[in-house]
């Protein structure tokens, strides 16, 4: 065995969540009142009926700019773009999660 060493650079990355103020969720006019009973704050949209379609709530748009302008992000975009990572999820019926993996519109870290 070789007695060079070789140069490695640690790089952690964290993954954030975070619960904004709204009266309704991301997608759907449902509310997000805290403490509410188990399963009842679901709409037809989060239950998958088919036929849904989801309509992005803008306070949660307008949040992640003053969000990303408190915090000295490094890129806020001027495009933004959902992607949909479909995984089996036992308590999501729709088989998929809405992310913001490639375009997010607070990034903070540079771009490659």
Not at 24 to 52: D, H, I, R, W
Request: charged share 15%; no cysteine.
């Amino acid at each position: 065995m070789s007695s060079n060493k070789t140069q490695w650079e640690t790089v952690i990355g964290l993954e954030i969540h975070a619960q904004l103020k709204t009266a309704s969720k991301l997608f759907a006019g449902t509310n997000t009142t805290y403490g509410a009973s188990p399963n009842s704050q679901v709409s037809l949209l989060e239950a998958a009926v088919p036929g849904t379609l989801p309509v992005f709530n803008e306070k949660v748009l307008r949040y992640a700019i003053r969000f990303g302008l408190a915090v000295g992000a490094k890129v806020i975009a001027k495009e933004s773009r959902f992607d949909r990572k479909n995984y089996f999820y036992p308590d999501s019926p729709k088989g998929y999660q809405i992310t913001q993996l490639h375009h997010p519109i607070v990034n903070m870290a540079p771009s490659p």
